[in-house]
């Protein structure tokens, strides 16, 4: 099968590259720096030539007012050079739980994103995923200081990028779902709480303080980035992955 991954260069589409390459796959990494510019349309007749099956992973470069637009236009891009190329599926990387949270911009955009592709002229698969463990580093930093990192008590189901390929890798090579299969961790946490065991595990010596409001998550509310029925669990831990990546 022939595929290509837009966004095949970053942190989830360059190991889906390398995945579906090794399981015998013609994959085109499409992106920048390979001379396709989603924003533009530029470079995406030629990326697309031949393709049965198109992965999108790309992320706004923003994650303000601005992201609904840019997942507007790059929809809008692909999905008519989808259409001319005559691929059969298009999937795209989403979030659990991103049509509940409408007070954070990008989710908007993200659900908009999803709607545009739904409305699409090509039979389509979303997956979502909740956070991933390698931003843990990256959610900390937005609220923390030397001494303490504020966090929210915000439960979450987090899982490693490295199964969140294993399942997209699955439908893309598989039919069309025409609807949405959720993908997420073995556990649900507080947030406050994996700041903790990363902090723990790194000997780092700051302590967690919880703050409702503080950072991205802190206006999520109840169990909006947890897994509903019938998700797809990775076997991961998260206790588990801190102690191999150390």
């Known amino acids: 099968m022939k595929i290509t991954v837009i966004g095949g260069t970053g942190l989830i589409g360059s190991q889906l590259v390398t995945r579906l390459r090794d399981?015998?796959?013609?994959v085109v990494a499409a992106s920048l720096s390979t001379g396709v510019d989603l924003l533009k349309g530029t470079g995406l007749d030629e990326a697309l030539e031949g393709a049965e099956t198109v992965v999108n992973v790309t992320n706004s470069?923003?994650?303000d007012e601005a992201s609904p637009e840019f997942f507007r236009t790059t929809m809008g891009h692909l999905l008519a050079a989808g259409e001319r190329a005559g691929v059969r599926h298009q999937v795209i990387l989403s979030i659990v739980g991103v049509d509940q949270v409408p007070q954070l911009d990008y989710y908007r955009a993200k659900t908009l994103q999803e709607e545009l592709l739904r409305n699409g002229?090509?039979?389509y698969s979303i997956v979502r995923a909740t956070q991933f463990f390698e931003f843990m580093d990256a959610v900390m930093s937005w609220t923390a200081d030397d001494d303490t990192v504020r966090l929210p008590s915000t439960r979450v189901q987090p899982i490693a990028t490295a199964e969140v390929v294993e399942a997209l890798a699955d439908v893309t090579t598989g039919a069309p779902l025409g609807g949405v299969l959720d993908v997420a961790g073995p556990d649900v946490l507080p947030l406050d709480e994996l700041g903790r065991l990363t902090l723990a595990a790194r000997k780092d010596p700051r302590r967690v303080v919880v703050d409702e409001q503080a950072g991205m998550f802190g206006v999520v509310e109840g169990d909006?980035?947890?897994?509903g029925p019938g998700a797809r669990l990775a076997p991961t831990h998260y206790r588990d992955w801190l102690e191999s990546a150390l």
């Not at 399981?23 to 013609?26: I, K, L, M, Q, V």
């Not at 909006?224 to 897994?227: D, S």
């Open 224 to 227: 909006a980035l947890v897994a």
């Open 61 to 63: 470069p923003t994650f």
């Open 121 to 123: 002229p090509t039979p």
């Open 23 to 26: 399981a015998g796959h013609e």
